[in-house]
């Protein structure tokens, strides 16, 4: 989750990580979610591996957008992970990212892009970073045909 909140930072946008488990203590984890809304968040990201259900609980326990993060953390190459986030039943949605680093990064810019559709400060923060990210690749691409 360190990859999301560095991510967030760069565009201004604060977060909170809050450690707990869907399987070891659903209770906590199920009230922590159902006050996500109350207590000021509006969007929540879970990252989870081996079975995965974290966010399918926080899918099941608020209608704040949801973005899953599988985790590499088995023999399976978090293959097992990616199945249980993205393999969720109509009406309990996850937006599901890839597995790892990747999409621990792609979770905060999803986040963003969610956040950015009531806040046009942080649409422009986007598109600006977005375009500095394709300029940074023609660069290389440049440097690599030379």
């Known amino acids: 989750m360190n990859h999301t909140v560095e991510e967030l930072k760069k ?16 209770e906590r984890t199920g009230k922590i979610l159902r006050n996500a809304e109350k207590d000021g968040y509006s969007v929540v990201v879970a990252a989870a591996g081996m079975a995965a ?22 023999t399976l190459g978090g293959l097992d992970a990616l199945l249980s986030t993205v393999q969720m039943p109509s009406g309990v949605p996850v937006a599901t990212v890839s597995i790892g680093k990747s999409g621990a990064v792609n979770a905060a810019w999803l986040a963003v892009q969610i956040l950015s559709t009531r806040d046009k ?3 422009q923060l986007l598109k600006q970073a977005r375009s500095r990210k394709r300029e940074e ?3 290389s691409a440049r440097r690599k045909n030379a």
Not at 11 to 26: E, K, L, N
Not at 53 to 74: C, F, Q, R
């Open 53 to 74: 259900h974290l966010a399918g609980k926080a899918a099941a326990e608020t209608v704040l957008p949801v973005i899953g993060v599988p985790l590499n953390s088995s």
């Open 11 to 26: 565009f201004g946008v604060g977060s909170r990580i809050v450690v707990s488990s869907a399987h070891r203590d659903p």
């Open 121 to 123: 400060k942080l649409r």
């Open 137 to 139: 690749l023609r660069k």
